[in-house]
C-alpha cells in the first residue's frame, strides 16, 4: 500500500493523493508518495518501552450509548501501551482516523489540557478502522483493527 504525504501539514492518504488535502486544503501537488512516513516496530514481539510508548491501542464498543436506535461503532484510541507524556516539548499532536483506509476525522490534542487519547462515534457497522497518531518528536505511529 503507498503512504502519501502532505508537504504542507503532514497529513497522510493511503494509495492515491486527493485532488486537495482534508486536513490544510493543499492542492495535490502538495502530495508526495513517503514510505517511511509511518514508523514501525523493529521487532513487533518484542517492542521496546519507546514503541510502547507510541503504537496506538484501539477498543472498539458496539453498543451506542451517545446515539440511541443507530448503528453505532465507538472506537476509543489511546496512545501506547505505556502512557505517552503530554508536555509542551514532547506530546501527541493528533490521532487521525481511517475506515477503510479513507481519512475520516482528526483530534487534534494540546499537551498538559490533554490526554494522549481520543473517541470517534462512527455509523460503520463493519470495515477496516485505522488510526495514526503524530508525536512531535517521533512522527507517525499506526494501529488497526477489524469492526
Given at each position: 500500500m503507498k503512504?502519501?504525504?502532505?508537504?504542507?501539514?503532514?497529513?497522510?492518504?493511503?494509495?492515491?493523493?486527493?485532488?486537495?488535502?482534508l486536513?490544510?486544503?493543499a492542492k495535490k501537488d502538495a502530495f508526495s508518495e513517503n514510505a517511511d512516513a509511518i514508523k514501525k516496530p523493529a521487532d513487533p514481539a518484542n517492542l521496546t518501552d519507546a514503541e510502547k510508548k507510541?503504537?496506538?491501542?484501539i477498543v472498539v464498543v458496539k453498543e451506542c450509548g451517545l446515539i440511541p436506535g443507530q448503528c453505532c461503532t465507538d472506537v476509543h484510541v489511546k496512545v501506547g501501551e505505556i502512557q505517552h507524556v503530554m508536555v509542551p516539548?514532547?506530546?501527541?499532536r493528533c490521532i487521525d482516523y481511517y475506515l477503510n483506509y479513507a481519512f475520516i476525522s482528526?483530534?487534534?490534542l494540546s499537551p498538559e489540557a490533554c490526554n494522549p487519547?481520543?473517541?470517534l462515534h462512527l455509523n460503520a457497522p463493519s470495515g477496516t478502522i485505522t488510526a495514526i497518531e503524530n508525536c512531535n518528536q517521533h512522527?507517525?505511529?499506526?494501529?488497526?483493527v477489524e469492526v
Open positions: 503512504v502519501f504525504e502532505c508537504g504542507v501539514c503532514g497529513h497522510l492518504e493511503f494509495n492515491e493523493a486527493p485532488e486537495v488535502c486536513v490544510c486544503r507510541h503504537i496506538p491501542k516539548e514532547h506530546f501527541i482528526r483530534v487534534w487519547g481520543a473517541a512522527g507517525n505511529w499506526m494501529a488497526e
